[in-house]
Every structure is written in structure tokens, then in C-alpha cells.
């Protein structure tokens, strides 16, 4: 069986650490991952909890197949009550930390509690400590993961931490490792430095040896990686463009969301796209785009590596950004550019650059940047106070506000508690463009319907990670369907939240699946897990996780009523494109996406339900 | 008829220098279609390969495969194509 079966629970109150073993029940009712680790955090954790208190806990999750043959397998997430928007949160990364984990023989660490001084976690295989991290508090991740490496003598440790955003309270902090991959999303990285935990450095060197059925996971793993290579999407698009291909198809669609959402085509859409990364710069003649990169066991390889142009105002004389390093992917160049007009590619990389730096979300940043443009465009908020004049379109604001949100500096301490506290201050709620206080990536719901939906009820609020019906409304990905009609959706985005809710609990990358389908992922799961997990089975799990993270959501005290919208977009129809005229039909498509999960119309599970997915 | 054709991704690579006389910029090309061209015409005239004709709309609209060759272009209409590709 391909867990490990050992958790780590690590009480920073005390200072202790302790193995215990998986709870092997969980792990074949709930997979691994975000389906296991937060059947763990409902379990142990009340719904009412701060999530800055040191009564939330937070947790580290590998999946089954993370560390194994598995394409993509070197996946884990951050499991906790998220401090932007009061839901559960988990946010999901790649890059080689999670299989580092499950090498030195772990499944997932629990840590409660706070440290009263800040500390960082050292793994070596089955010895674990916490040790005092004064030398890297107030350091960048950029600073902490090479000085750790360097104390421990050991270049090949992993390392995950937060950079000075998770420090100074940023209530979009990230948690980042191998210095740009990040598990962005609901504040994970804020809930980690309210503990003054400030990293994870794992060495592992056990392998993971435990498959169940070597010779079937071996056949499975291998027909499933050429699924990936023979497939037009995953063998030759994404890894050549990555995901800022889409920029220009959005656009063309009249789906991008452009100012804080007030148009919905953005005309500097092809400076930032993936064929701008492509092309020589005119200002010296090399191209934005160096090479890409793919995580642990990726056969797809869709990560970007840029460089800026040294000549840039937001570099000049700053060598420490002319490297190469995590480049533009299609949610955080829309977040940084089109919500905020901005279309100039450089300063887009650079803020992308100090996220990745300092660990913070780009979307919640760039999306609460848009809402503070739009404030100053009314005159509400002034030059004086932001320090700079914030015109839509302004590279030199968006860079400006980048560097004192992540330091929480200046106005940048406004920007870092996120839209919806920011605009409420100011007396305009309406403008967060946000659902359940997280803000919404970088597809307009008025132009492709499901996704209205599908933010509406993503359990971790406004995100394209729980449900994407881009791949059918757009891309034809199972199968195509109208994205500016309301008929349908409510089927597709259940069956979409329930199948992501099993690839994201496996410990393989959710980009598997414009290839792939439970059908590839099940032979895999069945010969390195358990012949339990049957297609059937497997449904059924997804649609428990789902479940589950609502029943916490609801006990929180979230309602139907937080199933909504920002109002902008319910009652401001699209100026143009394919979509204009139009306004998303939420209202239409809610009721049936309740009656299709089992819910009554409060948005609660029914006992029936319940009693059917064995919650 | 005015149409713009504008093609994305590996596609411009198939985009022509020029044609009607007038030259491509960028990733678009103008040309003179006459009346009742459809999407597959264009397709056809440039010999794009079938295998990274995708996504295809016009003015932003999806064409399906099979009423490609019945959608007749009208003037000042952009279509744009691009390779399979995804993103998120």
C-alpha cells in the first residue's frame, strides 16, 4: 500500500514531536491528501476555531501516489481553516517537496498549538525536530530555503516556508517551496506564521516501496504517462505555452475579467499572453520566456521560467532579480495585468517574482489591486494615501504595491487584508470581487456560466481549482458545451467538483486531467493502494470529501446565503464580446445543484445523503 | 469581404508573410474573402493542419468541427484559431 502510514504531529506549544500511525480506515474512505488530511482537521478541529488562534491547526498532506511512478506524483497540500475567508482551506503545490515527505516516511504532519518563539522543522527520515529559526525570520523564502540548506549542510533537502508576508499578517500568504512553487490560495501561509512556524526542511531518502501490486502499477503508471504524451493538450501545449495560452482565448471569448471586473475584454490581453512570452523583446532582442519546468515524476512539464529584462524599471540596478526563476502562469499574469489594466510584461513578472519571493497569493493580490484602482478612479481613496498615483494601467503602482503588501508596509498593509475587508473600510463592499472573502481568478462568469456556479460554491471560495468547467465550457475538455447558456451547468459543475476532489486527495497534479480521466487515475490507485478503489468507489469518495468540507463550512457558520456572487455580476450585464448583454444566471442554476447533491434548500447535506456517502 | 484571420500558439508559425496584397502583423493577417467563404475555406487556403485546427471561433464564438464548412464568413468578422491547449 503506497501511504507511508505514519503521521507526524508536531504540538508547537510544547515543542514536541510524535510519530503515530495512519489511520488506515480514513485513508481507504478518503484517499490521502486534501480528502484524508481534512477528514483529520474536521475530526480535531472546531469549526468556530479563529483560524489565528492556536486552536486551528494546519497540516501538510502527501497523497498515495506522491513520491511513486505516478506521472505528476510529487504533489501535497495545506490543509486549515483559511485566514482570508474563515472556510476550510486547502491549497494544493508541486515542485519536489511533497515527494521529499513521503521518501523520509511520512504521510502528512499535524502541527497545534504555537510556538512562542519562531521555529522551523527539520525531517531526516525518521528523526524530527524543531529548531529556533531567528536566523530566517524576517527573510524571504528566497533567503530561507539556500540558508537553511547551508546550516544543515545538505543541498538536497526540500524546503517549504513563508517568506515576510506570512510573517507581517498578509491574509493571502502563501506557503511556498523550491522557491516558486506555492501552495497560494485562503491565507494557508498566514495561519502557518501565526504559529511562528516559519519551514519545513525535509531530506528523505527511503524511497516510497510499499505498492501494493508492483508489476500492476508499474503496467498502469506507464499506460497512463501515454495517455499524457499522446495527448495534444498535455504532450505538446502545455508544456510549450503553459497555461498563459489562454490569455488570448479568454479574451477572444469575452471571459476575461478586465479592471475589477467592470469590462470583460482587456485590449493589452496579447501583451501578456504566452505568444508575448515567446517573442523577442524589443528592448533587447531576448525573450521573456527561458525555458519550462515540470515538478516530481511531471511528464507534462507546464512550469514557466522567465527572466526579466534588466533594463526594466522595476530591476535596474537590482540584480538580484535578473535571474531566472517562476515565471508567469495564466491566473496570475490575469490577476496582475487585466484586472488592473495593466499590460506591461515585465512589471507583471517582477510582482510575480516578489510573490514568489515573499510568499503571497498573485490572485488575491493582483485582484485587490484592481479594487483599489477602481476606488481611486472614484475618487474615494487618494494619492496621498496609497503614496502613488494608482491609475488603471499603471506598471509602476502595481510594482510599487507589490513590495509593501508582502512587507506590510504603508498602504500595503490595506492591500494585505484582501478586497472584501478593503472595500468594506471604504465603504464600497460591493466592488470585492470575491465569494466567501476570497477573490475570483481570471474567468468572468458572465461569459462562461458554470464557472458562476462553481465559485459560487467552491468550499474554499472564488476558485478555478475546485470545479474548472472552463475545460468543457471552453476548451471541449471532456466534452464541449455552451458556455454563455445556464441549462446543464449544475450536473457538469457537481461532477467536476467531485472528480478534482479525487485526483487533488491522490497526490497527482489536477492537470492530468485534460487527458486523463478517473478511469486512467483508478488502475493506478488500485494496484499502488487497494482494489477497493473501484470507479464506483472512487465517485463516491469525491463526493464525500465535498460533502465534508461543507458540513465544516456550515458549522463555521456559513449559510446559502454565502453561495452568492458580488453583485456586479449578477446585475451588470457584459459590454462586449460574444457574452454582452448578458449577466450570470446564478439564480438559475443554484436550486438544481442543491437538489443534485442531496441538499435541502438551506444548502445542507440531508440525512439521506448523508447517510449515503457514510458521513 | 474584410476577414481577419488571427492564429494562436503553434499556429503562427502557418500564418503567411502575406496575401491580397496585404502583409501579416503580429499573429493576424487581413484578407478579401469572397461572399459566401466559410471558416473551412480559410482553413483550407492555408493548408492548416487538421490536427492543430482546435479551437476555433468567430468574432469569439465557437465554430464546431462539423459546421465548419457551413459557416459562412460575414464582413469585418475575425476568426481566430488556435492548437489544443488548456490552462488553469
Given amino acids: 500500500m503506497a501511504w507511508a502510514g505514519k503521521v507526524l504531529r508536531v504540538n508547537l506549544t510544547a515543542g514536541t514531536c510524535a510519530s503515530e500511525p495512519l489511520n488506515m480506515q480514513w485513508a481507504r474512505d478518503y484517499i490521502g491528501q486534501r480528502g484524508l488530511a481534512t477528514k483529520y482537521f474536521v475530526e480535531e478541529v472546531d469549526a468556530k476555531v479563529d483560524p489565528l488562534s492556536p486552536d486551528n491547526k494546519i497540516i501538510w498532506a502527501t497523497g498515495p501516489l506522491t513520491g511513486t511512478m505516478a506521472s505528476t506524483g510529487g504533489r501535497y497540500s495545506v490543509i486549515t481553516k483559511g485566514a482570508l475567508t474563515g472556510a476550510i482551506a486547502c491549497s494544493n503545490s508541486g515542485g519536489y517537496w511533497g515527494a521529499e515527505l513521503k521518501m523520509a516516511g511520512w504521510d502528512m504532519i499535524i502541527f497545534e498549538g504555537k510556538s512562542a518563539k519562531p521555529v522551523y522543522l527539520v525531517i531526516e527520515n525518521d528523526k524530527a525536530e524543531l529548531l529556533d529559526a531567528a536566523f530566517i525570520w524576517g527573510k524571504s523564502v528566497w533567503e530561507t530555503e539556500p540558508a537553511i540548506k547551508a546550516k544543515h549542510q545538505e543541498p538536497q533537502m526540500r524546503v517549504s516556508s513563508i517568506g515576510r508576508a506570512g510573517e507581517t499578517g498578509c491574509l493571502y500568504a502563501a506557503v511556498v517551496n523550491d522557491l516558486h512553487r506555492a501552495a497560494g490560495r485562503s491565507g494557508v501561509g498566514t495561519v502557518m506564521g501565526s504559529k511562528n512556524l516559519k519551514a519545513i526542511a525535509v531530506r528523505g531518502t527511503k524511497g516510497v516501496g510499499n505498492i501494493r501490486d508492483f508489476k500492476a502499477f508499474m503496467a498502469a503508471t506507464t499506460a497512463a504517462k501515454k495517455v499524457l504524451h499522446d495527448n495534444a493538450v498535455t504532450g505538446q501545449g502545455l508544456p510549450m505555452y503553459g497555461t498563459q495560452v489562454l490569455m488570448n482565448v479568454i479574451n477572444t471569448m469575452g471571459a476575461l475579467p478586465t479592471r475589477n471586473h467592470r469590462d470583460v475584454q482587456f485590449d493589452g490581453a496579447k501583451d501578456i499572453s504566452a505568444e508575448a512570452m515567446h517573442e523577442p523583446r524589443k528592448t533587447d532582442g531576448k525573450k521573456n520566456l527561458v525555458t519550462n519546468q515540470a515538478c516530481f515524476g511531471c511528464t507534462i512539464a507546464c512550469g514557466r521560467i522567465s527572466k526579466i529584462d534588466e533594463t526594466h524599471f522595476t530591476v535596474q540596478n537590482r540584480p538580484q532579480y535578473w535571474g531566472a526563476s517562476g515565471g508567469l502562469e495564466y491566473e496570475a499574469a490575469w490577476a496582475l495585468g487585466a484586472a488592473n489594466g495593466v499590460n506591461d510584461l515585465e512589471a507583471l513578472t517582477f510582482a510575480n517574482f516578489i510573490c514568489n519571493e515573499h510568499g503571497m497569493d498573485p490572485i488575491s493580490f493582483g485582484a485587490t489591486v484592481g479594487a483599489v484602482m477602481e476606488l481611486y478612479d472614484m475618487g474615494v481613496l487618494t494619492k496621498e494615501q496609497l503614496g502613488i498615483d494608482a491609475r488603471y494601467g499603471s506598471a509602476e503602482a502595481l510594482a510599487y504595491f507589490a513590495e509593501l503588501t508582502c512587507k506590510g508596509e504603508g498602504f500595503g498593509k490595506e492591500i494585505a487584508q484582501g478586497s472584501k475587508r478593503l472595500t468594506a473600510k471604504y465603504g464600497h463592499p460591493d466592488l470585492s470581487m470575491s465569494v466567501k472573502g476570497q477573490e475570483f481568478p481570471a474567468y468572468d462568469s458572465r461569459g462562461i456560466q458554470g464557472m458562476g456556479l462553481a465559485y459560487a460554491t467552491s468550499n474554499r471560495g472564488a476558485c478555478h481549482l475546485r470545479g474548472y468547467t472552463v475545460a468543457s465550457e471552453v476548451l471541449g475538455i471532456p466534452v464541449k458545451t455552451d458556455p454563455l447558456v445556464t441549462e446543464g451547468k449544475a450536473g457538469l459543475v457537481k461532477a467536476f467538483q467531485d472528480a478534482t476532489a479525487v485526483f487533488d486527495s491522490a497526490g497527482v497534479c489536477v492537470f492530468t486531467t485534460f487527458a486523463w480521466t478517473l478511469a486512467d487515475l483508478q488502475p493506478q490507485l488500485a494496484a499502488a493502494c487497494s482494489d477497493e478503489f473501484t470507479m464506483d468507489e472512487l465517485g463516491k469518495i469525491g463526493e464525500r470529501v465535498w460533502n465534508m468540507e461543507r458540513e465544516f463550512n456550515n458549522r463555521a457558520g456559513f449559510t446559502h446565503k454565502d453561495d452568492n456572487l458580488p453583485k456586479r455580476l449578477t446585475t451588470e450585464p457584459a459590454k462586449t464580446g460574444p457574452a454582452k448583454g448578458l449577466v450570470n444566471g446564478l439564480d438559475k442554476m443554484l436550486p438544481e445543484y442543491y437538489q443534485l447533491r442531496g441538499w435541502d434548500p438551506q444548502g445542507r447535506p440531508t440525512k439521506e445523503t448523508k447517510a449515503r456517502l457514510g458521513l | ?88
Fill in chain 2, 1 to 88: 469581404m474584410r476577414v481577419t484571420l488571427k492564429l494562436y500558439a503553434m499556429l503562427r508559425d502557418h500564418l503567411p508573410a502575406e496575401a491580397d496584397g496585404r502583409r501579416s502583423a503580429g499573429n493576424e493577417l487581413p484578407l478579401d474573402m469572397a461572399e459566401g467563404a466559410t471558416v473551412q475555406t480559410v482553413i483550407d487556403r492555408f493548408n492548416l493542419p487538421a490536427k492543430l485546427v482546435h479551437l476555433v471561433l468567430v468574432n469569439g464564438v465557437y465554430v464546431y468541427p462539423q459546421a465548419r464548412g457551413a459557416h459562412a464568413l460575414a464582413d469585418n468578422d475575425e476568426l481566430a484559431i488556435w492548437p489544443p491547449i488548456a490552462g488553469g
